[in-house]
T-cell receptor, first 112, second 114 residues
Framework: KNQVEQSPQSLIILEGKNCTLQ??????????LRWYKQDTGRGPVSLTIMTFSENTKSNGRYTATLDADTKQSSLHITASQLSDSASYICVVSPYNFNKFYFGSGTKLNVKP | DADVTQTPRNRITKTGKRIMLECSQTKGHDRMYWYRQDPGLGLRLIYYSFDVKDINKGEISDGYSVSRQAQAKFSLSLESAIPNQTALYFC?????????????FGDGTRLSIL
């Protein structure tokens, strides 16, 4: 069964600290993995997209890593800011591009 | 102005009513999608359209229908709303570039069915 699981469900960190969010998937055959940021009351916004041949991709203070062998990805946030408070969603696509498997997200709260 | 606009943003209605949610985009994308988001669950695909003449069911299409009126417009209808259709609904678009293009989401419609 194709699944995407994210951990932790929620996380509280202090402003300026780093954090890492995890995504494990069983989707096969794998094509690409995406990370989205969803602010409260808004739609998700794309942060990164990685194919099976990419190990890491950065977007400013956000760095995503991918290990296609172990079917794991992480999103590392450096020097967190209050504006990073949001839900972060991992999405995996198989070679059938009509499908997107969404994780349930990690809710990050950055406190001053 | 937003690239992907959903109307209404909020709607409260009663069981049995017919409801239409509308989505319009200015991005010029061929592909459009409707999702629903429930607390604690990932987004689930209701319907998707790769062009005006191509409409496909997603994983949870029962109880829903769609219409692609133009490249820029994709509407979702609930013919006879029921309480378990209470959810946050998102429209998304993407370019047709080989499946590696990001999806661009609207800000959602919060639908409550009493």
């Amino acid at each position: 069964k194709n699944q995407v699981e994210q951990s932790p469900q929620s996380l509280i960190i202090l402003e300026g600290k780093n954090c890492t969010l995890q995504c494990n998937y069983t989707v096969s055959p794998f094509s690409n993995l995406r990370w989205y940021k969803q602010d409260t009351g808004r739609g998700p916004v794309s942060l990164t997209i990685m194919t099976f041949s990419e190990n890491t991709k950065s977007n400013g203070r956000y760095t995503a890593t991918l290990d296609a062998d172990t079917k794991q990805s992480s999103l590392h946030i450096t020097a967190s800011q209050l504006s990073d408070s949001a839900s972060y969603i991992c999405v995996v696509s198989p070679y059938n591009f009509n499908k997107f498997y969404f994780g349930s997200g990690t809710k990050l709260n950055v406190k001053p | 102005d937003a690239d992907v606009t959903q109307t209404p943003r909020n709607r409260i209605t009663k069981t049995g009513k017919r409801i239409m949610l509308e989505c319009s985009q200015t991005k010029g994308h061929d592909r459009m999608y409707w999702y629903r988001q429930d607390p604690g669950l990932g987004l689930r695909l209701i319907y998707y359209s790769f062009d005006v003449k191509d409409i496909n069911k997603g994983e949870i299409s029962d109880g829903y229908s769609v219409s692609r009126q133009a490249q820029a417009k994709f509407s979702l209808s609930l013919e006879s709303a029921i309480p378990n259709q209470t959810a946050l609904y998102f429209c998304a678009t993407s370019d047709s570039g080989g499946g590696f293009q990001p999806q661009h989401f609207g800000d959602g419609t919060r639908l409550s069915i009493l």
